[in-house]
């Protein structure tokens, strides 16, 4: 019966404290519902850790088949010479299903041209691109094959590079 009383109170004054320092730091009366709203979707979350989750359920690296064709549709999509050697696929998703999403990375670089008709050489890096894929793909033989009219970029994000350009 104690225990359950300190729970009680602890959660009383967790919930006051919580309330109050909301109140101090954006200088506005908080919504109390949406506070303890919160809570209790982080506690269910954290209770329910094992399903569906991605720590649990790791990504399997996958052999891309048709590397190259793949490597082509990116190069269209970017507009970046592809580095197929950098090309990598992974699922979470079980390939025991006929078609199942793959997350495609790879390396991308772009040529910088400077010069004109000056006397002047100017030597540039070229730019370093990350890019992240989504496609479809299915497995055949025991191989993937990923389907390149699905693809979809998620995001470009350049590594390494000249950010100044004259």
Known sequence: ????????????????????????????????????????????????????SKILNPQTNLNITNYQDVASKLNNKTGLDINVQTLAAQTTASTKQTVFPVNITAMGYQNLISGGNSSVIVITANQTYSITASANASLSNGEVIIDVDSIKITSSSILYGNTTSS
């Not at 104690?2 to 006051?16: D, G, Q, R």
């Not at 404290?17 to 979707?41: A, F, H, N, R």
């Open 1 to 52: 019966m104690k225990f359950i009383l300190f729970l009680i109170f602890f959660a009383v004054f967790f919930e006051a404290g919580l309330i109050s320092s909301y109140t101090i730091v954006t200088s506005q009366s908080p919504d109390v519902g949406k506070l303890i709203g919160m809570q209790i979707e982080e506690i269910t979350s954290f209770l329910s850790f094992g399903s569906g």
